[in-house]
């Protein structure tokens, strides 16, 4: 069975099959309504979202099936101390396809170990955001009609950032792709990114401190919102918070056919005057995140038992109940998940569940 946990969790081949399949889709809609009729979706939502939740859900009733969940978990058997496993077991009895949105790094991954029916990561913590990848190749592709080639600059909160560690290691796999990380020195991309995605797989990167310098050679602007939930100090968020922000004048240095993303919400890192000039794809962005929604539903249904499209084969895991997980947001940390690690290529044990390092 195939969930979808990390966005390589896709081969290039399954990844370039449901983007295609998204662009038939906004083609030809009318084929696709019913292709999901009796089938129910879950949103477990413990976390906020506007876009994600209600972009599955708008999928699910595009494709003709029924949705159930929650978008508090509070209102749950969660609050009596339901485990997220528990949960999912339990919601795989009513649903055929599941969402989850997360706090907790490696939630998805915890609970796909014991669900009967796809997990789809919907977002946990800081690590990973698959979907919204899914996302952001789909607009990269029509905004500028390739993916290969490109050069995209990340703009903003690259540490905390799991739409920017997701969309590294799925471009990994396309052709001539230059990276470039704009970020202050609290911010920048986390070392097992850098490392074990751009160094591992070629990819030219280099990290820079203004935007200026750097705006005439972009294809793609990636601009991100400096995460304040996810900072333990609140005067370190305050020291970055207004670090770059994107203004008509920025725009001025830009190629006229560079394409301006970012997953949402925004809060004051692009001014509302960017929102009216033709590279500013955002809000289109957010439309085709239902699109690749309804064809990653679609082919999730497909290729449920079907032994060609499993989960890829992972790392050997090596179980050590001495170690733990550094990041204290770890599922492993939190609930009963074992303490479960995988060398890395630079033969550093790091946890099964967020790729944190070891204590
Ligand atoms: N882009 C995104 O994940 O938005 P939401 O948090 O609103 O779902």
Redesign the pocket.
Known sequence: MKHLIDPMDLSKQETDEIITLAQDIIAHRERYQGSMSHRKLATLFYE??????LSFTAAMMELGGNVLGFSDAKNTSVSKGETVQDTVRVVGCFADVIAMRHYIEGAQLYASEVSRVPIINA?DGSHS?PT?TLTDLLTIQRELGHIDGITIGFCGDLRFGR?VHSLIKALSRYKDIKVILIAPQELKLPDYIKRDVCERTGIPYREVETMEEVMPELDVLYMTRVQKERFLDEDEFDRVKDSFVLDSARMALAKEKMAVLH???RVNEILTEVDDDPRAAYFRQVENGKFVREALIVKLHEWKNDPEHGMPNHDTPVFDDTLRCANSKCICNNERAPHKFRRGEDDVLRCWYCDSKVK
């Open positions: 906020p979202s506007t876009r994600t939740r977002g955001h919204q739409t997953p949402l919400p």
